[in-house]
Nanobody, 119 residues
Framework: VQLQAYGGGLVQPGGSLRLSCAASGSISSINVMAWFRQAAGNARELVAAITSTGSPNYGDSVKGRFTISRDNTKNQVYLQMNNLEPEDTAVYYC??????????????WGQGTLVTVSS
């Protein structure tokens, strides 16, 4: 099982970016998919999570600005980030907890994609 995240880049304050993450491999079903981020010198923190039925949950710092969504047919999760602030600069990681086709349950992480918010 692999998670591949992409869509990061450099954006000016107030701008928008959309991150995507695709899960692939021997997957039976995916439970929660989530985005975390880690800024330099800081601990990794939850940005947003979404259940298999589409119920979202957000970190306080991104509420009202970020939107998480997923496509269960494609095993993908997305993060629409609007009104970006310099404080959003971080490496963003996707995560999924899932059952593989051998019915093993585990957590998987993507490789991270860098988001830089700067003028």
């Amino acid at each position: 099982v692999q998670l591949q995240a992409y869509g990061g880049g450099l954006v000016q304050p107030g701008g928008s970016l959309r991150l995507s993450c695709a899960a692939s491999g021997s997957i039976s079903s995916i439970n929660v998919m989530a985005w975390f981020r880690q800024a330099a010198g800081n601990a990794r923190e939850l940005v947003a999570a979404i259940t298999s039925t589409g119920s979202p949950n957000y970190g306080d710092s991104v509420k009202g600005r970020f939107t998480i969504s997923r496509d269960n047919t494609k095993n993908q999760v997305y993060l629409q980030m609007n009104n970006l602030e310099p404080e959003d600069t971080a490496v963003y990681y996707c995560q999924a907890d899932l059952w593989d086709r051998h019915m093993k349950y585990d957590f998987y992480w993507g490789q991270g994609t860098l988001v830089t918010v700067s003028s």
